[in-house]
Each structure stands twice: as C-alpha cells, then as structure tokens.
C-alpha cells in the first residue's frame, strides 16, 4: 500500500534544532528561558500592530485566559461560532459560564454578524448582555471582521478572537489574530507552524500579558515562600518547544505561500467539475492561509456524496476528513442556546477537508489528483 497522505503534517524548516540545542546546553529546559521571550518577540513583529504576547502551552489555554482577563463568571453568557473545533467553546464551560453558539454566513463559513447581533440583542432584552463574543478564522478564512467588530463596540461587549488556524492571513491588510480585544493562536501538530503543542495569547497591553503570565505559572504571588492568592494554571510554553517556534517562523511565510499553492492545485483540478466548490476569498478584502482547502460537494448535481469521496480518498490511503461538526449540534452542548438558520448544519452536510499540507510533494499531489478523479469519475 502507498505511504500515508495526511491532512496536515507537521513540516520542519531545519532550524529548529538549533534553538532546542542550545537550550539543552544552556539547561533552559524550564516554562522560561530565551527561546520564550525570543519567540514571543518574533510573533509580536510579525503581527506588526502595537501588541503584546504571552506564549503558552496551547491554544485552548490561551483562550481560557482571554476569558478570565475578560471578566467571564459563572452563569454569564458567551457568545461562540458554532462551526468550529470543541476547543473554541470548551473553555467557556471552565469558567462556568454558558456558551451560546451563533451560526455561520455563507461566503467566510464563519460567524454571521445578522445573527450575532440578533443574539446580543436578545440577551440585553432578558436583561442579560453577552460577557465576550468568541469568532473563529475558520480553516484560516478570515471571518466579516468589520460587521463583527462594529457590532461588539456598538454593545460594548469583549470581542476574543479565535486566530488559531489563522496566522499569516489578513483582513484589508490587517493580520488575523489582531482584531480582537484579546485573540489566540495556536501551534499544534497540524497548524501552518507548529511547536509540537502550544500556543499564545495576544493583547494590547503589557498588564494584560503580565497577568496572563502570572496566571499561566500557578498565580504565585511575589513572597519568598509559595504564596497563592488566586487560582493559577500550568498554563506556560516551555523554553524548548518554544526553540521548535522560533526555528518555524523562519519558515512561516513560506509554509503560508505553499498551502496557497494547494488551494490553486484544487480550483484547478475542480475547475470543470461542476457541483463542487472550493472554499476562496469572498474578495480582495480577505487574505487567507488556506490552513485547509475544503469544499462543498452537491450531490444533485455531481452524484456523489461528500461521504463517498471521503471513503474513496481513504482506499488510496489518503486522508480527508469532513467539516467540523457544529458545536450546538454535539451531544455535550445539546442543551445550549443557538441562533442560526442553518447554514452551519448544511455546510458539515455536504463540506470536505482535503490534504492541505505545506510538505506534500509533486508525487503525492499526482496521488491525489489521480484519486479524485477516479472517485468522481464514479459518478458520471
């Protein structure tokens, strides 16, 4: 059987062993060191607004973090996307807050603003306003941050920006992971870079970092002893994966123009396929990673289920995987409020993930195209 063709491999640059290297030799292998502050630096240029960074152990903990810098509590209401990976919701429950999942708009598949401001409005009317709104990125497409940020400063509710499969993208020339009052990304295996597991927290100002990092190293409070006066987290980046981030964002913008390259390879190859769209730019307003090529499969038109090309993918041993499930459609949320039309059920109907990594080779790309076209050819 042929080799394995993943979704979205880790892709090392061959710096990074020079970072972790010298944090062996230097014995910085503790949640500080150089590579911390070093990587944190780098992430701050890069984003090039007036924003600070707190590298941390994973995405979900940086956003468990904006949520309590937010002032989220018990009982209060937060606002999410609800096409999007459990992790963007899960931290809500953390705090004991409730999730209230908003549905998505058709051109980004991320959070609609008509429906988000119905749900804001909804809440102030049964005298409850929103604590903070969660947007997702979706698959690095960035969402309608204008209307979302127009309707939260309207509210005056916390936006949280959920820039995790969304570094290297932008939105009328402003990078992802800057538009909210706090944002996240995250480096995990499968992310545009990776530091094997972790992620970061955005702001904008240095009492917010400071507080983060104070939060993330157990809340120790400055005595000699061990002194805690409120709950802390083991929530810090170590000094070593934290060399594998600073050796990949050497490497970033070049693994981002790749995973661009595998959306062109798609519009491509599904050009003449009718029945089939792929996910692309509404306009020259959006900048998107492409993290993930996905599309939409109509089966009245092609005579295929997305479900079928999936299974047929897989006999080649290749690797897809179908949107993700919507939050207010998952067991463990079933209870929970949402406002929708729709639109989110309808796309994990009928969307499909396809192999989108920065490192597949022109072999593997002639694998997959010869794959397709042998599902698809099926059906005619």
Known sequence: MNSKIWLSSPHMGGNELDFIHEAFETNWVAPLGPNVNGFEKDLETYLNEDVHVAALASGTAALHLALILAGVERDDDVLCQSMTFSASANPIVYQGANPVFIDSEQDTWNMCPDQLEMAIEAGIEKGKKPKAVIVVHLYGMPAKMDEIVAITNKHNVTLIEDAAEALGSSYKGKKCGTFGDYSILSFNGNKIITTSGGGALVCYSEEDKNKAIFLATQ???????????????????????????????????????????????????????????LLVEPNRDYYSNHWLSAIL?????????????????????????????????????????YFGTGVSEKLFDIGLCLPSGSNLTSEEKSRIKNSLHKVLEKAI
């Open 219 to 277: 809340a120790r409070d400055n005595a000699p002893h061990y002194q805690h006066s409120h709950i802390g987290y083991n929530y810090r980046m170590s000094n070593i994966t934290a060399g594998i981030g600073r050796g990949q964002m050497m490497v970033l913008d070049k693994h981002k123009d790749l995973r661009r390259g595998m959306n062109s390879f798609y519009k491509d190859l599904f050009k003449d396929i009718e029945g089939i769209s």
């Open 297 to 337: 499969v109509d089966p009245e038109i092609t005579g295929i289920t997305r479900e079928e090309i999936r299974l047929g993918l897989l006999e080649d041993n290749i690797e897809s995987r179908p949107l993700w499930k919507p939050m207010h459609l998952q067991p463990v949320f079933a209870e929970t409020s």
